[in-house]
């Protein structure tokens, strides 16, 4: 914050409050509008305003220095919405006149209403971007955060095995992708951010979403796990298997081959320091008929 010039930044999103203070609270609800925040003065406080009657979950957090009931700002929550985001509004400028005097106020902020923003900028805050703030502190990785990021990785792992051990003749698309998602939650996991499971025919073209369509033994089942994981460190690796015990045809043996070949050929041109366009310019190249195999297999 302070290598940006910002001295307080005001965020509604769920990922980001858990991020900077280890408060999680209905992830996915408050991923629909504006519901609880935060609001953290780079010298302090960092105030939590949490979901009224919610206001213990976050009790003892030493990342947090006060917990207040959360102000109803969206449609969602009250139809006094308006009203509601003045008086929101003018809780926030009375903690800033406090933290920065009674002068310029300024406050970067994200995730909400433009009535809101409004409501800021009448009360004469000079308003900025935080989810900028957000990403260059998220880019920041700690030894500890990398340790998590392992274990998130890993639980991910297991629940994908939970996974492929239910694929089977005669089940469903929807059948098997329920058990990455209680394999997730099992192992607590925040949610998974898409469906993108499918088999045979439906695997390409990409982007089909898990439904109730029955598997053929033979057939390729993809994934793309797209998940939050443990403190909501996202987890997002694809596998293709096939479906029953079955030799793998010799076309989906060879891309086999090329997909194994690509991970080998681009896992050694990782390297420290090295830019992603230079990573890209010497990057695996796929030729066109590669292209067709794939389409081929698919089909």
Known sequence: MRAMNVSAVLTSDPINILYATGSRNMTVFGMMGPSRFLLHCVDGPTILFEFNLGEHLAAGIPTITEIRTSTGITAVSSPYFQQNGEKF????????????????????VESVDFHFTDALRKRTVALSDATSVFQQARMIKQPLEIDVMRYAIAEVELATAELVSAIRPGATENQVWAEFHR?????????????????????????????????????????????????????????????????????????????????????????????????????????????????????
């Open 89 to 108: 509004a003018d809780e926030i400028v009375a903690i800033l006149g406090e933290v920065q005097g009674r002068g310029n106020l300024t406050l970067a």
């Open 183 to 299: 394999g997730l939650i099992a192992r607590n996991g925040e949610y998974v951010s898409t469906r993108l499971f499918q088999s045979g025919v439906r695997t390409f073209p990409y982007f089909h979403e898990s439904s109730d369509a029955v598997m053929q033994a033979g057939d390729l089942v993809c994934l793309d796990t797209d998940a939050l994981g443990v403190m909501n460190y996202a987890v997002d690796f694809s596998r293709t298997f096939i479906c029953g015990d079955v030799e793998a045809t010799e076309t989906q043996r060879t891309l086999y081959g090329i997909a194994l070949e690509q991970l080998e050929h681009n896992a050694a041109n990782l390297a420290s320091g090295r830019s992603f366009e230079d990573f890209a310019r010497s990057a695996f190249e796929v030729r066109s008929e590669e292209h067709t195999s794939e389409l081929q297999s698919r089909l």
